[in-house]
């Protein structure tokens, strides 16, 4: 089966434009979750999807951030104006249900300068 | 607050084993996972614990003590393939759903 794909793998934008994330999750997989890693740090939890209801966005980290899963399948991730601490690799997750593990993507490394 | 602690590197030798250990202080505790992460790659799944005890599969092993807040991953037989990341990530259960909270990761270098 298809993994989690992430487009674009890489994204170099400069400081106040936009940018938008996609991740398709494995076929059928529920759940779908973004994560971050900013340089030095831990991969961090943003939000987490179940089909295309949001039932965690506790991480994201402000309103500059916009995330949706329409019909519950792909999910994009749009950062809007983009500042030069968002510069991180952005993953993508998914699961089929609880107890089950979570298959990440490659991830989109976000660049802002 | 949660918090996840892992050592930030370790060196081997191939053929060797190495184990890396993995403290943790989290509440609504749900499992415990093992990720390698290549640079450039994805995370990809190496083992899950949720009761205490050994999980092996083939050179890897994973251990928890939830009393102790500690796990670790026990590699045998080093590679030269195995020279990667770590992660060490907890499962947090929060209303009905879980999600994971990562440590820094251990990077992970097997020499000749």
């Known amino acids: 089966e298809a993994g989690v794909t992430q487009f674009p793998s890489h994204s170099v934008i400069e400081k106040g434009q936009t940018v938008t994330l996609r991740c398709d999750p494995i076929s059928g997989h529920d759940n779908l979750y973004w994560y971050r890693r900013v340089m030095g740090k831990e991969i961090k939890f943003l939000l987490h999807?179940?089909?295309?209801?949001?039932?965690?966005e506790s991480g994201m980290p402000n309103n500059r951030f916009l995330a949706e899963r329409t019909g519950g399948t792909y999910s994009t991730l749009k950062v809007q104006p983009a500042e030069l601490e968002d510069s991180g690799v952005y993953f993508c997750?998914?699961?089929?249900?609880?107890?089950?593990?979570?298959?990440f993507g490659s991830g989109t490394r976000l660049t802002v300068v | 607050g949660q918090n996840i602690d892992q050592p930030t590197e370790m060196t081997a030798t191939e053929g060797a084993i190495v184990q890396i250990n993995c403290t943790y202080q989290t509440s609504g505790f749900n499992g415990l996972f093992w990720y390698q992460q290549h640079a450039g790659e994805a995370p990809t799944f190496l083992s899950y614990?949720?009761?205490?005890g050994l999980e092996e599969k083939g050179r890897f092993s994973s251990f928890l003590s939830r009393s102790k807040g500690y796990s670790y991953l026990l590699l045998k037989e080093l590679q030269m393939k195995d020279s990667a990341s770590y992660l060490c990530?907890?499962?947090?259960?929060?209303?009905?759903?879980?999600?994971?909270?990562f440590g820094k990761g251990t990077m992970l270098l097997v020499s000749p």
């Open positions: 990530a907890v499962s947090l259960l929060n209303s009905g759903y879980s999600t994971l909270t």
């Open positions: 614990n949720v009761l205490d």
């Open positions: 999807f179940v089909k295309e209801s949001k039932q965690d």
């Open positions: 997750a998914s699961s089929p249900g609880q107890g089950y593990g979570y298959t």
